[in-house]
């Protein structure tokens, strides 16, 4: 029987450098898909808003809405752009700094752009520069006076919270099944039930870290590793687990206790029902700038998901949507017999320690 000793694991009390935690203060990602996304309808609901405010009649209003359009959804357009384009630097700064920045750019743009469409389209855009100056001026304020409160009110407050308690829940059936296989072994082979418990207590360790941080993926397939070889304990060769892990990028950062729960999974619902046992399969690979993993296990009989695995997977999905928003996703698929579980996640490096 091969052991994974697992005692160098850090503890993640307080992250690193390099790992992410909701409690950093400063502008959004503008990389981020759903910052670009909410970005996008809540300029246009404002400006929905605006005009129905200000026009004399839903006629006028609808006229109004239209004409704007010429010049507001080009401004929206660049504005994201440059944002796309620039979002490193504005992170970099102070956020004062990077919210003057932004006024000032999304203005040039307009200003720019309202310039340019006077003169292919004479006529078309009677509003002021001054106007429309003011216009971008309160729409990005306000836009960025929401973004602000979002993160610093409800990011601190709800999503950690939220994200620890997901934690907590998926945490006493990795540490009851562990433990329990740990204790069938103790009579009938004290020395390799000693050793076994060694690696509990790192596993223990790396379970109880902060579920706020991001941990490097090289530690989350360490620590999947470390359960398998647990597991195998109980179940003997009737458990046989392939890795085709060996291109996934080390260093890409992901939620703790990602990968485990779902090999767990696996073993519980696609190896222990079934007498001779079974393989399962654990993949993992960069792919288009996003960490991808699969997880693969024969479906004995029913091939309907059990409310354990579907609490499970529901877990690490709401998981993943607080961290990364809608940029990560997790898929259950029936495929051969086999039941599959894939994740995609955008890949953020760190340094793995």
Request: with cysteine; net charge neutral; glycine share 4%.
């Amino acid at each position: 029987m091969n052991y994974i000793r697992f005692h160098r694991l850090p503890s993640l009390q307080n992250p690193t450098p390099g790992t992410f935690s909701f409690s950093h203060v400063s502008l959004p990602d503008f990389r981020n898909l759903g910052v670009i996304l909410r970005v996008t309808l809540l300029a246009e609901a404002l400006r929905l808003v605006m005009t129905v405010v200000i026009a004399p009649d839903l006629a006028g209003a609808f006229a109004q809405f239209t004409a704007q359009g010429l010049l507001y959804e080009p401004a929206i357009l660049l504005s994201l752009l440059a944002l796309y384009v620039w979002a490193p630097l504005i992170r970099r700064i102070s956020y004062g700094a990077g919210v003057a920045f932004i006024l000032v750019m999304v203005v040039v743009i307009v200003l720019v752009l309202q310039l340019g469409l006077r003169m292919l389209l004479p006529g078309q855009l009677p509003e002021s520069l001054l106007r429309n100056a003011l216009l971008a001026v309160m729409v990005s304020g306000t836009l960025l006076a929401y973004l602000n409160w979002r993160h610093l009110r409800l990011s601190p407050s709800l999503a950690e919270s939220r994200l620890m308690a997901l934690q907590a829940r998926i945490r006493p059936h990795f540490l009851f099944n562990t433990l329990n296989s740990v204790l069938g072994l103790i009579r009938e082979d004290p020395k390799r039930a000693e050793a076994m418990l060694e690696n509990l207590a790192d596993l223990f360790r790396a379970v109880m870290a902060d579920s706020r941080a991001l941990v490097p993926f090289s530690q989350e397939l360490e620590l999947a590793k470390a359960y398998v070889a647990i597991e195998e304990i109980r179940f003997g060769t009737r458990l046989r687990v392939h890795w085709s892990c060996d291109v996934a990028p080390a260093d890409a950062l992901v939620p703790p206790l990602l990968l485990q729960p779902l090999v767990e999974n696996a073993v519980l619902h696609g190896v222990a029902p079934l007498e001779a046992g079974a393989q399962i399969s654990v993949e993992a690979y960069e792919d288009d700038h996003s960490l991808v993993i699969f997880v693969h296990n024969p479906v004995p009989g029913d091939t309907k998901t059990s409310e354990g695995n579907r609490i499970a997977l529901d877990n690490i999905r709401e998981r993943l949507a607080l961290h990364f928003d809608v940029e990560a996703r997790l898929k259950v698929d029936v495929v051969n017999g086999e039941f599959v579980v894939s994740v995609r996640i955008p890949i953020k490096r760190g340094r793995a320690t």
